[in-house]
Structure formats: structure tokens, C-alpha cells
């Protein structure tokens, strides 16, 4: 009986304490973020959202002051920045207002975003990359409603999210861009993936499973730039517009998706929300403001709270305009002022004392690298007018993006005209390709067969199967009359040697290195030097062969001319 | 034999349960945890916020004198023109056309999932679960009969409505009650857009309107507005 009696007690003891364990997690009512790393705010939202409770986020020091007078629960899991806290001791300060606070400090955002994946009892997953926030604001509603939490990857971390998964049974989506290593890695898991490389189509996809599973005729309208409150719950699916314009595939998708209502977070994009709503007829709601109170009193609206994310940056403005007198042609330089490259299309209208006289620009889509200014040249019929007495104008429409189909950001602006008078004489030809084995090393050879003048090249070559370009970035000054050798280093084996015997080089070129407004092409054979090869040793050696006979010679010549003296000095004594 | 072998398997248990507690407390001390089990707390509750309301004017409108209410929030603001809203980085300045906005702001104290083509005309005292049933209740301020609004296209008729005072005392801003299809939560305030009204405090704006708050909580509502052709 005192037995069994031990037993009864054992397994009441085992129970209580085992519930202490699970309710460990449910020890709390709201997670609130105090941290100015996105991927800490955005792991803890997504850490509330599975295991339902509220959450909130700092997003500014002045916001940390009326966050406590928004939190109506008692109960605060706290998770605080250990270096990039907005404030610090938020704890203190909570407690001081009379909450009960349970803190987690975090190291990293990535850490924490991996940590608190092992918390979760879940085995769906969500994979992106951590470089922009546009990505993890278009799954945050497919994560909610398929209960999937969201990982960031990148090479210092694939392995230990690599180690999480890979014993648990679980489905993994991939979504946006990975680089290879990352890729390759997690290829073991059997994900799906969404990557069409560009933002609007992946963000569409997304919007299509999210309906999938809870149809809904309503989506929030945003960039992708900035987490909001309201924004993270999963209510509804994210939609992307442009912040300027909304890309025709994004019009499209609504048109034919049954998709009623829109709702736009984002005071500054009302002109994008309009065009969607003028092209698609959709309703839109606009959400501008908030305010706060406790009532006897009246205040005015203030703007949303907003944490902003990092996001790919775009900004293209024009430089120059002129008409080349000599050629006919509206000359216009364009530059990309940040360090990412970007896709512009550009509609330009020339008027001749304001009268419009012609429209020129670009058909399709063109590649700005960064910080490049580059210049185009557009042929413009102005012969009727008297230039001298006239005044020139341009009304310029510029779109440009991240991709080709992404050009969602615009610039219009008008600017006067310039008279230059410039021929440019450059002529160049590509005499030599060339591979060192040895050095790794790729060589063409240019020579300019004109003036003093500018080149870009670009090879197109088969690397592992598959099409690289080399080069295509950097701007070379040629002399006249000379051959200059540009070298690129490339590794390349012998089957990469066997598929690009013949190579395609183009070479945009002219006399003003921001105008390569020439440009010439042609496939050439590559000439491969072997490892160990001497050939190219054969007249260095030629030459360093007759410099030891020639200096030989004068050696031999001036021992005979002392002894020759020495002979006739010893004679004069005697 | 049989009965030590049940003792140790008893023993057994009690000692992993003990473990388990311990892993329990041990978790708990690692994350900082500030509750010590076993000791008693009370909350005293989160100390009003601080905002830059002031002291209004927001009277009863079934009496016949004038006293202030705790139960009921004013905003007020513009929506066309040059606009600063404040935020974290100051004022930001947008300016929206009038042909921009038309019809409505609402404002709702749910942040998110509001069915807007799906809203139906509210019932006079759905917010009385919020400010009580006193004198300044949900039902004795929705007392200006009822109107139409159109909201995401579809007209909704017979919405109970409020008419909040500009500076002379007369009822200007027109203010209804919506709710979800089906009746029930969110409730969301609608408010006609006035280009450049007279206010309650004697300044110009496009829209004024009252929201309930049970006068103790600070209540955070936020604000839409549907844009026009």
C-alpha cells in the first residue's frame, strides 16, 4: 500500500512539474521588441503570431515613451537588443509603469531568429534572404496563415538552420533569391521555391497562396519598405505597388484575381494607388493616421508608426542634355547615384520654342550600373529650325527599377537644351583574345585605329555550363595608335576551354569615356596558352641570347685593347 | 521482490519530477525572469499615457446643460492640401488633392481586418459595452436619426447618426456607426469629409469626430480614408 501510495505521488509530481514546462511559453500575454535590428523585431512578431498572442515594436525613441500606455496586459515577454537596443533598460521601465516582465536578450538578429525557431513546435517553414525587407514582408501573411515561421539564410548561417531541419519532417518553402552556396545546401530539403527574379512576380505568387488558403477579396496595398502594426498580424495578403507606379503585371494579377478592396499603408504612395485604382477599378483605403486617448479630451492624428526595413536602393536622375549640331542628335547623360545597379526607360520630348517636335527615348528596358553615368545618343529631325535663334527644351519621363519589370519609380522633369558641336573620330579593332593557364589569366587586345578614346568591353563566356558575362563594368582609356592588352581574371578548365573556342566580344567605345555612343561585336577565336608553355618565352630569349653575345664581344674586344697598351707601354720604357 | 521493485520505480519518478522542477526554475532564472514563485504580486495597472490632447470641449448632446465626459475621444484633422501628420521623424508634409479623398474617414480601434465591402449600418448603442449606459451612452449620442453613406461602392442606409458642434454650438460634422456583416465587432466610426469646416475649437479642418473609450484605458484608433476617382 506505502508502495503504490509512493507511486500515486511520483506521477502527480511528474505531471505538475511537466505542466510548469509547457506553460513556460504561455507565461505571458504580449511580446514586446525594443531593437533597431528589423530581424529581431520581425523574428518576434513572427514568434507571436504562432503561438497567438499580441505583439508590439519600438520603432522610434519618442514611440518607446507611449508604448507602455498601449499595452493593455499585464504580463510583457520582453526581447531587447543587447547592442542596438532604441532604449535602454526598457525593462526597468516597464516594470516601473507596473508591468510583469520576463526579458530575452539578443546577441543577433539572426540568432534570435534561429533561436526562437527551436521554441516552436512547428515543421512548416519559410526560407528568405536577410538583405532587403521587401522579402520577409511578403510572406509574413502566407507564414500566418500556413503557420509557418520564417528563417533567414546566408552563408554563416546555412549550416546551423541546415542542423535544425534536417531531423525534423519538415516542408520548406524558399523564397526570393539565395546565393548558390545557400541554395545547395538546402536543396537536401526538398523546398519548394518561388524566385522569378523580380520582386512584383514572387510578391504575387505569394498573394495567390495565401488565397489559397483563406480566400478573402482584400489585400493591403505597400512596398514592402517598413513593418507596421497592422501590417504583421496576417489579416490579409500583401500586395506590392510601386512607389511611384504600379508595374503592369501587378494591374494585370488584380484585374483578373476577383480582388475588391485594396488597403494602403503608406501616406506617400497615394499617386501609385490611384493609378492601380483608375486601371482596375478596385476600392481603396487609404490608412493615414492614428491617435490615442483615454477620452475628456480631443487630439489631432498623428502618422502610423513605422519601423523601416532596408531596402534596394533606386535613384537615376539626368545630367546633361545637348544637341550635337555636327550630328544630329539629342545627347543625354544619365546617371545612377547609389551603389546598386538599376534598369531605366526613358521618354524624352523635344520642344522648339515650345513646340513639341519629336519624342525619342528607349523601346526597352536599359541596364545602369552603379554610380556609371552613361551616356545615349537619340537621332532628333531639327533641320527646318533656325537653332541659332531658338530655344530648346526637354520634358523628360524617366522610369527605372531594381529589375526590367520592376519599374516602379519615376522621375519627370524639364530642362533646357545645350548646342555643342562634337565629332567623334574614334575607330578601334580587336585584334587578339588570349587564356594564360598559368596566371588564369583572360587577355584581349584593342587596337585604336582612330584618336585618343574609351572602351568598355564585354566577353560573353560559357563558365560550368552556363552563359557569364566578364567585364562590362570597367572604362578603359586607349591612346591612338597604340594595342592595348586588358586583362580579366578568370578561372577556366578544360572543359570551359573546350566550350568557348570562339567568344563573343562586344565593345562599346567613343572619345568622351561618359559617351560610348559606338559600339562593335564579333565572335573570336581564344588562343590558350598551356601551363608550362614557353613559346611565349622564344624572343625574350632570342634577345637575351644576343645581349650576352653582344656584351661578350665588348669584353673579349676590351681585354685586347688593354693588352694591345700594355705591350706598347712596355716597349717605350725599354 | 516484486514489492522493491515498485519502491525503486517509485523513487524513480519522485526524483525525475524533482529534476523537472529544477529544469523548470533553472530555464526560468537563465532568461531573467522576474517572478519568483510563490510571491504574490498585484499590477497596478499602466499609468495613463501621456498625449497631446487637451481639455475639451466634447459636451452631451441630450442635455441641457454642458459637462464633460471621460467616455468619449475627439479627433480632428485635414485630409486635403498640405497636411503634417506627426510621426517619428517629426512632421512629414503630404499634400493631397481634394479630388483625391472623397467621402469619408473612418476610424476603427482594430488596426487591421476590416471587411470594408462587407460593413453594415451599426445599431445606435453598439458601443455601450464601452462607455456604459449613463447619460453620455452609445444610445443617447447617436440621436441625430439616421443617414446614408457610401462606403467601398455599396450605399448603406439607415446608419445611426451623431452630429458633433463647430465653435457657434451648431451641429456640423456628420459621424455614423458602422459594423461587421452580421452584426458585432469592429465597430468602425465613419465621418463625412468637410473641405475646410469650422471646429469645435474654432479652427478649420475636414473632419471632427467623437470615438468611445471607457475613460480609464488609453485606446489607440486608427483612421482610413477612401480614395476617389
Known sequence: ?574 | MNSKRTFSLGLISIVTAIILFGFVFLTSAQQGATVTPGTPETWSGPSPGSTTAEGGNITEVNMSGVSQTIHWQGFWGQVSGSIALKDASNNTMYNWTVTTVSGNVYTSNQSTGISWSTLEAGEAGDCNNIVGTGADSCTNTFTAGTRSFIVAGNTISSVPRVQTFNYTGSGTFDEGILEKSGGGPPWVYVAEIYNNANTFKNGIADFQMIVPVNGTNTVTYYFWLELGV
Open chain 1, 1 to 574: 500500500m506505502k508502495r503504490k501510495k509512493v507511486i500515486i505521488l511520483a506521477l502527480i509530481l511528474m505531471f505538475i512539474s511537466s505542466s510548469q514546462a509547457l506553460a513556460l511559453k504561455d507565461n505571458f500575454d504580449i511580446i514586446v521588441v525594443n531593437s533597431e535590428d528589423w530581424i529581431d523585431v520581425y523574428s518576434g512578431i513572427m514568434y507571436a503570431n504562432l503561438v497567438g498572442k499580441p505583439f508590439n515594436f519600438i520603432t522610434s525613441r519618442e514611440h518607446s515613451t507611449r508604448l507602455p500606455s498601449l499595452i493593455d496586459s499585464k504580463n510583457v515577454y520582453l526581447i531587447e537588443s543587447e547592442k542596438l537596443p532604441f532604449v535602454m533598460g526598457y525593462k526597468d521601465t516597464l516594470e516601473g509603469r507596473g508591468f510583469s516582465v520576463e526579458e530575452k536578450i539578443s546577441e543577433s538578429g539572426k540568432n534570435l531568429n534561429l533561436e526562437l525557431a527551436r521554441d516552436l513546435d512547428i515543421n512548416n517553414f519559410v526560407i528568405i534572404d536577410d538583405t532587403y525587407g521587401y522579402n520577409a514582408i511578403s510572406v509574413c501573411p502566407y507564414a500566418v496563415v500556413s503557420k509557418s515561421y520564417v528563417l533567414f539564410a546566408d552563408e554563416e548561417n546555412v549550416d546551423d538552420i541546415y542542423d535544425f531541419l534536417k531531423n525534423k519532417r519538415v516542408k520548406v518553402l524558399i523564397y526570393g533569391y539565395l546565393n548558390e552556396e545557400v541554395m545547395g545546401k538546402l536543396k537536401e530539403l526538398e523546398p519548394e521555391v518561388i524566385d522569378y527574379g523580380d520582386k512584383f512576380d514572387n510578391n504575387i505568387e505569394m498573394v495567390k497562396k495565401y488565397r489559397q488558403i483563406r480566400s478573402i477579396d482584400q489585400v493591403t496595398l505597400t512596398t514592402g519598405d517598413f513593418m507596421e502594426l497592422g501590417l504583421m498580424r496576417g489579416a490579409e495578403p500583401i500586395l506590392f505597388i510601386g512607389k511611384d507606379s504600379v508595374p503592369e503585371q501587378v494591374v494585370g494579377y488584380v484585374k483578373g484575381s476577383g480582388i475588391k478592396v485594396g488597403v494602403l499603408i503608406g501616406n506617400e504612395l497615394i499617386r501609385s494607388a490611384q493609378s492601380l485604382k483608375a486601371k482596375t477599378g478596385i476600392s481603396v483605403f487609404l490608412k493615414f493616421g492614428q491617435g490615442s486617448g483615454a477620452g475628456a479630451g480631443s487630439t489631432a492624428v498623428r502618422g502610423l508608426d513605422l519601423f523601416h526595413l532596408p531596402s534596394y536602393p533606386l535613384n537615376v536622375t539626368v545630367g546633361d542634355i545637348a544637341f550635337n549640331i555636327l550630328t544630329n542628335e539629342l545627347e543625354i547623360i544619365y546617371k545612377n547615384e547609389v551603389d546598386t545597379f538599376s534598369y531605366f526607360k526613358p521618354s524624352i520630348k523635344v520642344y522648339v520654342d515650345d513646340e513639341l517636335v519629336q519624342t525619342v527615348g528607349e523601346k526597352e528596358p536599359v541596364l545602369i550600373d552603379a554610380k556609371e553615368e552613361r551616356g545615349s545618343t537619340y537621332p532628333v529631325d531639327l533641320s527646318e529650325y533656325d537653332l541659332g535663334a531658338s530655344k530648346l527644351k526637354a520634358d523628360i519621363f524617366l522610369q527605372y527599377g531594381e529589375s526590367k519589370k520592376s519599374m516602379e519609380r519615376t522621375l519627370d522633369e524639364e530642362l533646357d537644351i545645350n548646342m555643342v558641336k562634337i565629332e567623334d573620330l574614334s575607330d578601334i579593332e580587336i585584334v587578339d583574345l588570349g587564356y594564360d593557364k598559368d596566371k588564369n589569366l583572360l587577355t584581349i587586345g584593342i587596337k585604336n585605329k582612330g584618336s585618343s578614346c574609351y572602351a568598355k568591353p564585354t566577353l560573353t563566356l560559357t563558365i560550368m555550363g552556363d552563359k557569364t558575362t566578364v567585364g562590362g563594368t570597367d572604362i578603359y582609356p586607349i591612346t591612338e595608335k597604340v594595342i592595348k592588352n586588358i586583362n580579366f581574371d578568370v578561372e577556366l578548365s578544360d572543359e570551359d576551354l573546350r566550350a568557348n573556342e570562339n567568344v563573343r566580344v562586344e565593345i562599346l567605345y567613343g572619345e568622351r569615356e561618359n559617351f560610348l555612343i559606338n559600339s562593335i561585336g564579333q565572335g573570336i577565336a581564344l588562343k590558350v596558352k598551356e601551363k608550362g608553355d614557353l613559346s611565349s618565352l622564344f624572343y625574350p630569349a632570342i634577345i637575351l641570347l644576343l645581349l650576352i653575345v653582344i656584351v661578350f664581344l665588348l669584353v673579349l674586344v676590351l681585354r685586347k685593347k688593354g693588352k694591345g697598351e700594355e705591350k706598347k707601354g712596355l716597349g717605350k720604357t725599354k
